[in-house]
């Protein structure tokens, strides 16, 4: 019999190793088993799904059943693994019906992702509140928003819960809406809801929005959700969601209660490892210590994905951080691992963007002083704005960089940038100059582009490097 | 007396120079000869004031004499630097009137920039004819295309040509126009000449438009380029302009001639070395060569700007690219270190931008195979098309990507980049990449950033670094 790689998860990390592995080595079994209906959706595209600039909900999906069972992996749906034993090499896998089968493996994935926590608000359970994780909130969602004469429950297959879906869309459509929580779940569905007639509460717990992007993109953001009429309750810490069985209102730790019909919650998410939680290692975080080729501390079992942690480029520590591409690349290292070419899953600089409304945020690295601090640095950072244009070209318009550096070394920690015009992707340029330890100095000399269409002479990342390397030798 | 900073040549490199020169060291006595009216101004913006989209010519200038002077720097216009003398550290300074004088100097920069080479064509003396180099240029063709009625020199200073202006304004306007070169110079033309009423000729010589940005730009441009309307003329060499005073055709070397009323002449750029040209030592290239810092092979003669090589990031060999963050940067080096804190001036990687119309062009490193090959690699190279967006998100558009690396090390050694959507900015990544001395596969394991309006999960960048890492290793 061939060797068997089973995979926990039918999502980014572990669709990404199956096809590696298939593909290096066809004559691998590679079973896959997600227990939700849906496989390899893009959970990022959930907001724009709602906000109705993404039509269909299948536009989300990015691999079909059929396409992953057309590379040579067997694909089992509606099954959950409920037990590992690494001793044994073998899983528990639980169908639908509650029937119980074991598998034996070979190599282990563990891909099983990441779900929101539970919340520390009362009431979710209440018609109209919601979280935002997984195409089945993301469709009861809009169609709670859309009015029940123009809802249909057409064109939603069976893999979605089309019951609950039938009874969103019967729902009368909210005129305002909560969002808890200023992350980028929180930022970006407050965009979504900016698209349908409701008046638009965001509450954040910290005093600034974003925080991991640090205080020149939060306090950006803030001004310009402002601006975009959202109703922003920051410092202010969310109690419970009321109702008498539908969202009615939302009531703070201050005792201040705010009418509102609809609530989403978006508050974070952890690792799910309940299967696996007492045969590998966990970090603080809840999630998967993996090393550097994702291999957990049992035998012939990984782990990648939303549920496992990653190695931080810059404080060469482990951290938890669960990111779309960070998924891809080590469910495929380790695909490409189990199939005989040991691959590392490669570092994380914990690089994202956010779209705000207008506005493009971006962050890498160690954003601030205060984070470079946290990590034993002793931290310079500088914030700037700068053109996105030569000044002189239509369309130039005012982007900010923060650059932070460790004073003692000159090395490039992390940074963030905000703007309207091609703000994010220069984050990019950040992330390789931090990956690639450049110092402040060798960044302020790259010979980056210049075009006055697109980038003044001295691009905005080179402005900002130029002010703080001044300070660093100042 | 203090010690005496002569700079000749008021743009990007004489200006950064001086100012930066002034800033460190108070005290010092800085000097720049300037031969022309204007000085520091957008030599790249030209294109877009010709267009219509900068609407006067002032708004190119980016440092006015009044703040230069308040700069405390001395500033000298219409006085030509007609001779060195690096052994009595002197220089001979012509006024307008042809009135000589002499002043020593303690160090001195050579930053005379470039000139348009000698036209290889016959003709452009001729009315009509232009080459695009100086704002004296962009004002008489704009003025040309003007109608006369719709004419006027109002608004033109004394600083510019006033009475070349007039006269061109009162040309009645061309139905056509041949632009002779395919460089970046003949592409921006090609669209700031579409936005009048004119037929556009383009004529090139290599059969490839935009050669240094590789087969994959080119042909995109191309095919861009036809469709708004240009006509080209590939792989054809034009031998003279024809007319009776003014112009009224162009004649290939095959003898085809075709009817134009106005010509462009785009052909290239050198360097502008005549009153040292005996003094210091000459690259290849016919531009000043220069050691790290910019010192030239006389003693206290530095040279910086479009007059000077500067050093290439992946030869590690002189190379010269005359471009407008090269200038800055080496005029800042060389003031610095001038004033007393030695400063390297940076490596270049050759990167550039360039818009032809909706495409958005860069390069960075060496491009091509070919390219690569001259300077001694094995090298290896892919072109893929991605997307610039997740796919399912609105405004996603092709993005393709060459990139390029030595067999034997990995190393990235370059790239080109083309595309509709953020393409240009991303060379930066690449460039960061190039400099940092990646190889392929660290490229490939960048953490870069991911959101569905910015950015898919695999990055344009990523995806063509995974295909040539696939490709190295197979």
Not at 281 to 307: F, K, M, N, P, Q
Not at 443 to 467: E, I
């Amino acid at each position: 019999m061939e060797d068997s790689f089973v995979v926990v998860g039918g999502d980014a990390a572990g669709l990404s190793a199956a096809s590696k592995c298939k593909r290096e080595d066809p004559e691998r079994d590679v079973v896959v088993y997600e227990r939700g209906r849906w496989i390899s959706y893009a959970h990022c595209g959930t907001p724009y799904y709602v906000k109705g600039e993404v039509e269909d909900l299948t536009d989300l999906l990015s691999l079909s059943p059929e396409e992953v069972e057309e590379r040579g992996i067997d694909l089992r749906r509606g099954r959950e693994v409920v037990d590992v034993d690494s001793d044994a090499k073998e899983v528990e896998v639980e169908d639908t019906e509650g029937d119980v089968t074991t598998k034996s493996y070979d190599d282990l994935l563990i891909a099983s992702g990441a779900r929101a926590i539970e919340s520390p608000v009362a009431g979710v359970e209440l018609a109209g509140a919601y979280t935002l994780h997984g195409l089945d909130d993301a469709a009861a969602i809009r169609s709670h928003l859309t009015p029940p004469e123009e809802h249909s429950v057409d064109g939603f297959t069976d893999e979605v819960d089309v019951e609950r879906v039938r009874r969103a869309g019967e729902m009368e459509p909210p005129t305002s809406v909560a969002v808890v929580g200023g992350g980028y779940v929180g930022v970006e569905m407050a965009e979504a809801f900016s698209a349908w007639p409701v008046d638009i509460h965001l509450y954040q717990r910290p005093s600034q929005l974003l925080p991991e992007f640090g205080e020149a993109v939060g306090s950006q953001v803030e001004s310009h959700l402002l601006e975009r009429g959202v109703e922003l309750h920051l410092d202010t810490e969310v109690e419970a969601i009321r109702g008498d069985g539908h969202v009615e209102a939302v009531e703070t730790a201050d005792s201040v209660v705010t009418e509102v019909e609809m609530a989403l919650v978006g508050v974070g998410v952890r690792a799910n490892v309940e299967p696996v939680e007492d045969e590998v290692e966990l970090g603080e975080s809840g999630a998967i210590e993996v090393d550097r080729y994702g291999r957990t501390s049992a035998e012939d079992v990984y782990a990648a994905g939303d549920c496992a942690v990653s190695h931080h480029t810059v404080t060469d520590d482990t951290a938890w951080v669960p990111l779309g591409l960070t998924a891809n690349r080590a469910g495929r290292a380790v695909g490409a691992t189990v199939a005989g070419t040991e691959t590392e899953v490669g570092e994380i600089a914990a690089t994202a963007m956010v779209k705000a409304f207008d506005l493009e945020c971006a962050r890498t690295g160690l954003v601030t002083e205060e984070e470079a601090r946290r990590h034993g640095y002793k931290a310079e950072s500088v914030t700037v704005d700068a053109g996105s244009r030569s000044g002189y070209y239509p369309g130039a318009e005012k982007t900010t960089v923060t650059l932070t550096a460790d004073v003692d070394t000159g090395r490039l920690l992390g940074g963030a940038i905000v703007g309207r015009d091609r703000a994010a992707v220069r984050i990019d340029t950040v992330a390789t100059a931090v990956e690639a330890e450049l110092t402040v100095r060798e960044t302020m000399n790259l010979d980056l582009g210049y075009a006055p269409p697109f980038s003044p002479v001295w691009s905005p990342v080179l402005v900002a490097a130029k002010v703080l390397d001044g300070e660093l030798n100042s």
